[in-house]
């Protein structure tokens, strides 16, 4: 069956990377939606180059520019309720989600609620309410198909095994540009050195999330909701080189690993061609370059972040909602230098501690939860 695709965060590093892959493999896609933040002029360039009848602002003030801009005839929406409605009136079977943080929640559980497939990038929503967006996508037939390398890797390794077979999951984690660098030295590094990620090119938000390893708190939570697993049997490998993106052993002693190259463009095809393969655009890994791979267990003294995500991934509940407003609002101060690079983690922490449980929330609880959340960021943040 033809994909009929609609592209969220269209404008973002994934975005412009599933439209090159999308390029590529011709007629076998369309695209049938595109949404952004507040870039109206990208979106506005991409909706006329794919011919594209349904587009999406999240900011209601890139409105009037971006339907002055767009060819006649394109319906746009705007605001955070017009990014899901372009989901829930259209009549894709693919949704690509890969708008950045909590805003990427509302479309993706849209996306959920139609009973669409799901190529997910946005694990913030997962994160935030894998709780309600895991049984919604089942009750409605749609599948949830990783984006995320690591999560991709072991969507892929599962293949070779039953569920109940598995023993472990490893996500591997370049370790971001201070895996060498002393605590003191972390502590103290800058928004330029925080957004020189050593392997892969990204957003700003991740990018910083992989220097405090927050990035690899928020994919252990995402494993635990897409494979059904417990956070114990989720365990985290430092690997510099960025090749081996996860393995899965299971219980016979038997470790399956998916490899490539550190280029998006590879899982991002494999969410939209899902089940088959087929060329892709990364160039193929070459062995005489690599010569070695290299391993070692993550320091959760140096980066506390990591153990946030474990102690959220077994509370449950309401917490991974308030772990993420927590490091959101922290990020967003340390992007407008306001606050250190070791207050990120610091501030999110201080959050948590004082966030009282929510078991099993709905979800404007979870909504409430994240909301307050940034409010106490904010408070810390002042004393
Ligand atoms: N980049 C990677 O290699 C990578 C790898 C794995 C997973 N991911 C995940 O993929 C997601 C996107 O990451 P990214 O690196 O592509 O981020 P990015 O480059 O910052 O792009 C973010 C995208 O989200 C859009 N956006 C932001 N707020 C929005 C809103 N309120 N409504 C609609 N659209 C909004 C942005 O639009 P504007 O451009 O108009 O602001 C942009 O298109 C994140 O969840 C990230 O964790 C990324």
């Not at 507040?38 to 991409?46: E, H, K, M």
């Not at 011919?51 to 005839?73: F, N, T």
């Not at 140096?302 to 490091?327: D, I, Q, W």
Request: charged share 25%; aromatic share 6%.
């Amino acid at each position: 069956m033809r994909k009929r695709i609609i592209i969220l965060g269209s404008t973002g590093s994934i975005g412009k990377a599933a439209l090159e892959v999308i390029n590529a493999l011709g007629d076998e896609v369309e695209i049938v939606g595109l949404a952004a933040g507040n870039n109206w002029r990208l979106l506005a360039q991409q909706t006329a180059r794919f011919g594209v009848e349904q587009v999406a602002i999240g900011a209601e003030s890139g409105y009037d520019g971006l339907k002055r801009d767009c060819p006649s005839g394109t319906k746009v929406f705007a605001g955070t309720a017009g990014v899901a409605e372009l989901v829930a009136e259209s009549e894709a079977n693919l949704v690509l989600s890969a708008i950045v943080g909590a805003a990427g929640l509302p479309a993706t559980l849209a996306a959920a609620e139609r009973g669409m497939d799901i190529a997910l990038a946005n694990k913030e929503s997962l994160v935030i309410a894998g709780s309600l967006i895991l049984p919604l996508a089942r009750e409605r037939g749609g599948r949830l198909i990783p984006v995320d390398s690591e999560h991709s890797a072991v969507f892929q390794a599962l293949q070779s095994g039953r569920r109940e077979e598995v023993r472990k999951i490893y996500l591997t984690a370049s370790g971001g540009p201070f895996r060498t660098w002393s605590a003191d030295r972390i502590e103290q590094a800058t928004l330029a050195e925080a957004l020189q990620h050593p392997t892969w090119e990204m957003g700003p938000k991740i990018t910083i999330d992989s220097a405090t390893m927050m990035n690899k708190a928020l994919e252990v939570i995402e494993a635990v909701w897409l494979f059904d697993v417990g956070p114990e049997q989720v365990d985290v490998l430092v690997h510099p080189e960025s090749i081996v993106h996860a393995l899965v052993e299971y219980c016979d002693g038997s470790v399956i690993a998916q490899l490539g190259p550190p280029d998006m463009k590879t899982p991002i095809q494999y969410a939209i061609t899902f089940p088959r393969r087929v060329p892709g655009l990364a160039e193929p890994l070459r062995w005489d370059e690599i010569g070695s791979l290299n391993f070692e267990l993550p320091d959760f003294e140096k980066f506390p972040a990591l153990r946030l995500g474990y102690e959220a991934a077994r509370r449950g509940g309401s917490s991974g909602a308030v772990l993420n407003a927590a490091n959101e609002a922290a990020v967003e101060r340390f992007r407008g230098e306001q606050i250190r690079f070791g207050e990120i983690a610091a501030v999110t922490e201080e959050v948590c501690r004082r966030h009282r449980l929510i078991e099993q929330p709905t979800l404007d609880e979870l909504l409430e939860s994240d909301a307050w959340a940034r409010q106490e960021v904010n408070a810390c943040c002042r004393r």
